[in-house]
């Protein structure tokens, strides 16, 4: 390979090496990870942060449950196919969801600015309102706090969710194994570009909207029918690739997939283009990657494709054991490169 | 009763009737209460919330559990006796135990503006990794987001903490009774005094340190002596004022306290008359009220005594049912007043 066939292929300064937060390290990107493993991690030390996963699971009397939260900050906080109150409900809904959990119960912290319009306001706690029951999750206990005029930015969000296990194995990038099937559950790349649409003025031919949306239910669709379900993993900031490029770190093993399996609307690929923006990286709300036991893929993939929300799954690419550790991509004329985390920042406050 | 004899009482306009939000509307006090019921109460409607307690509480399997969380956007970030790390641990901490749980876990949501001092995260992480060391309990799971420099004020922490219920009947406003004893944990006004005296450059002559602490131990140790406890509120924004209005407007009944029974330190008083602040209504993050069944008083206040972290706890007063939702204060002169929550603001970001 070359350097610029991996333009981001290289290891950003640790946490230390900064004296100051830079917007990458909310990213999702190489960064981040640095925040995290430098400075979380060691400080908050214990075996159930350590799995790295989307959420913890805990083992409560006869019941296992999984524990997430997330804090959104998206700006503009409306945009086409919803507003930062859905995300906070689906963000969260989807954490559990990818824990194999079937989600019971939501909180919201809401951090207002001082000024913020009180419509506004209720236009998006409506909207998490609607989420929620969408979703079938109840909100049960929130705080507001408010901060000057000058030290917020409208509203931030912050959801944190209890699920219970549905799953009788681990879910988790510890349990995916070498010949796994990798499925994607739709087209990528719609959210990142409905944000970036209203936030640069770009008109589109059509509007792109956000694909944001709970993934509950395809989910719990494929553990009821007994797929053996290795690893789950939602397409947030980082897109697909940072996902790809997470599980096969944690999980020390290679993952190859097809560049032509990846499916991306041409009005997407399109407003890629004109940004400059690999779709591989770009923000998803309602998609995710399967990680199945080979034997299952067809399976689990007609499951996916019988659900609305995962009317574009596609077998993507499968696990293997070499190159260990990385995520590989063959394009259509068979050229194949490593694909990595984004070191920087593609685009900041995405979710 | 006069209108100088109760300042505050008066209410102001529903949440419709204002077009922004204000300062006020995250006090504490009543501004606060009408945003709550005004909009996220109706909007998310579920018999949980509707119970109005500091924590959601949920059957799961053969437990119950409580879950709750607040934001913490605290000013200054750090402050005698503790930092936004310490409170973000110790705040959600009490709440959970105000719901009669013992607390197990938190996650634990970061929003850094762009620009903060790696140093200073550092040391709040390390903060927080103590505090929930002393508490007894882990951090989980995570996030972090970055905003841009000016649309954030350092870090703001966003914990939700998940509890099993220890007591075997429902501690919450609704169960308190005529004739319950009304225990306070100890000495008030220290955290808000602490946060005033920095955030105003104030020098008195003994340094006073907020009462920043974990609650769960005291509160165990009365539900393990098999107290008849009640009700129980941990004093935050807003004070003890707010929190007995608070309970006696969901119970529905008389609080009456005696405003010498009241422990408050001479140097918070002073502070407190140099500053035209009243002690009742300045934050504490250490400090809760308890309502217990009258038989088991003095044995439940000598248990709070035998405890560190409530050495000055004092019998303050008793639950009557006239005049009815109303909490009296009688001074020392003899004097009775009616208590009221505040409806401006006193003290912003406190917590």
Known sequence: MTSEETPHFHCPLPIDEYTHVLLAHGGGGRLMHRLIEGLFLPMFHNPTLATRHDGALLECGDRKLAFTTDSYVVRPLFFPGGDIGTLAVNGTVNDLAM?????????????LEEGFSVASLRRIVQSMSQAAREAGVQLVTGDTKVVDRGKGDGV??????????????????????????????GDIGRHGIAIMAVREGLAFETT????????AAPVLALLKARIEVHCLRDLTRGGLASALVEIAEAAQLHIGVRESAIPVREDVRGACEILGFDPLYVANEGRFVAFVAWRDAERALSLLLSHPLCAGAALIGS?????????TMRSSIGAERIVDMLSGEQLPRIC
């Open 99 to 111: 824990c194999g959990a079937h989600p019971l119960c939501l909180s919201s912290g809401f951090i």
């Open 208 to 215: 792109i909207e956000s694909d944001c949306a709970p993934l």
């Open 319 to 327: 696990v293997g054991t070499e190159p260990q550790g990385l995520v």
């Open 156 to 185: 931030y969000i912050n959801t944190a969710g209890i699920g219970v296990v549905m799953a009788d194995r681990l879910i988790a990038p510890a349990s995916v194994e070498p010949g796994d099937a990798i499925l994607l559950s």
